[in-house]
C-alpha cells in the first residue's frame, strides 16, 4: 500500500504553471520533514524543494528559487508543490518523500539527499515544452 501520492503531473508550454499535490497516510502523519525530488530523463534524483514541519521552514534548489513554492495543508495531510515560470528543463518525474526523523540542524545540510528519507511516492511526470 502506496504511503504517499502524487497527483497533479502534465504537460505545459514553457512559462507555463503546474500544481502537484502529494496525499500522505497515517505512516507519514508524524513525518518531522517532507519533500519534493524531481529526476530528469537520463539523471539522477535532485532535491527540488522541502520544508521542516515543526516550524514550517523551507529549502530550495537555487534552480527553482522564486518560481516554486513548497507548502503543507496540515489539516488532511497534503503536501504541494506549486510551479510557475516552467523551463523545458524542468522536465522529469516528480517524487514527493517523508522523513521521519533528523534534527533540524542537520536537515538543513543535507534535505536535498534523497539518503534517509523513509517514504516514497511512486511520481508524476511534468513535462515542459519550449
Known amino acids: 500500500q502506496a504511503q504517499l501520492v502524487e497527483s497533479g503531473g502534465g504537460s505545459v508550454q514553457a512559462g507555463g504553471s503546474l500544481k502537484l499535490s502529494c496525499a500522505g497516510s497515517?505512516?507519514?502523519?508524524?513525518?518531522?520533514?517532507m519533500a519534493w525530488f524531481r529526476q530528469p530523463p537520463g539523471k539522477g534524483r535532485e532535491g527540488v524543494a522541502a520544508?521542516?514541519?515543526?516550524?514550517?521552514?523551507?529549502y530550495y534548489d537555487d534552480s527553482v528559487k522564486g518560481r516554486f513554492t513548497i507548502s503543507q495543508d496540515n489539516a488532511d495531510h497534503t503536501l504541494y508543490l506549486e510551479m510557475h515560470g516552467l523551463k523545458p528543463e524542468d522536465t522529469a518525474m516528480y517524487y514527493c518523500?517523508?522523513?521521519?526523523?533528523?534534527?533540524?540542524?542537520?536537515?538543513?545540510?543535507?534535505?536535498?539527499?534523497?539518503?534517509?528519507?523513509?517514504?516514497w511516492g511512486q511520481g508524476t511526470q511534468v513535462t515542459v515544452s519550449s
Open positions: 520544508i521542516y514541519r515543526d516550524d514550517g521552514s523551507t
Open positions: 497515517r505512516e507519514t502523519f508524524n513525518a518531522v520533514a
Open positions: 518523500a517523508a522523513l521521519t526523523y533528523r534534527p533540524k540542524s542537520i536537515f538543513v545540510r543535507t534535505w536535498h539527499l534523497q539518503l534517509g528519507y523513509n517514504f
